[in-house]
């Protein structure tokens, strides 16, 4: 297994509070990717990263900002959450972001805003 | 924007049946995936298909990629309990972008 791990694991918290969740990796992969995951919608990206410090944003990327000062570690922080944004998180990472290459998914998080 | 369609949406069987899933676009891949998803767990790869017409099988599933690279199926022959999950098509977009994109998902119960 990739040596992918998440935090927290669960999380519930109330509007309008900021809201933190780390990836951390042991693989050194160049690319890390943060997705969500809701009913009918299957998993959508919302910011990856191609280095450190070097960020771009996915398909739901409004809401969410991310930082990458690390190889190893990628931040996900919604600065005011809202009850739209409860879902599950997963961190994914993958060598060469292209062609056959495999991406590497977390356990995932659960965040629920009241 | 390349889009990945995948049918059924839902499937539910007896242990024992066989079943199709589809995965369908518009647009010519290079390559595609299937992941499958266990409750609780995030993606795991199954298998990439990289040539037109390839089939791949892995024990009872089987993998088939479109002649022109436009469409994928997943077959299992004789579903049992622990193919439930849901099962994921995607592709990595071309370009710049290092993103992998993921059809909707087909969400498999097999019955006992």
């Known amino acids: 297994d990739a040596g992918i791990t998440q935090s927290p694991r669960h999380k519930v918290t109330e509007t309008g509070t900021p809201v933190t969740l780390r990836c951390h990796q042991t693989e050194n992969h160049r690319y890390m990717y943060w997705y969500r995951q809701d009913p009918g919608h299957g998993l959508r990206l919302i910011h990856y990263?191609?280095?450190?410090?070097?960020?771009d944003k996915g398909e739901v990327s409004d809401g969410y900002s991310v930082s990458r000062s690390k190889t190893e570690d990628f931040l996900l922080t919604l600065e005011s959450a809202t009850s739209s944004q409860t879902s599950v998180y997963f961190c994914?990472?993958?060598?060469?972001?292209?062609?056959?290459?495999?991406?590497?998914f977390g356990p995932g998080t659960r965040l629920t805003v009241l | 924007t390349q889009l990945l369609e995948q049918s059924p949406q839902f499937l539910s069987i007896q242990e024992g049946e066989n079943l199709t899933v589809y995965c369908n676009s518009s647009?010519?891949?290079?390559?595609l995936q299937w992941y499958r998803q266990e409750p609780g767990e995030g993606p795991v790869l199954l298998v990439t298909?990289?040539?037109?017409?390839e089939v791949k099988k892995l024990k009872r599933l089987t993998f088939q990629f479109g002649d022109a690279r436009k469409d994928s199926s997943l077959h299992i022959t004789a579903a049992q309990p622990g193919d439930t999950g849901l099962y994921l098509c995607?592709?990595?977009?071309?370009?710049?972008?290092?993103?992998?994109?993921f059809g909707s998902g087909t969400q498999l119960t097999v019955l006992p």
């Open positions: 298909v990289v040539t037109g017409g």
């Open positions: 990263s191609y280095g450190v410090k070097d960020t």
């Open positions: 995607a592709a990595w977009t071309s370009g710049s972008a290092r993103q992998l994109t």
């Open positions: 994914a990472i993958s060598k060469s972001g292209q062609g056959t290459d495999t991406q590497y």
């Open positions: 647009s010519v891949f290079s390559s």
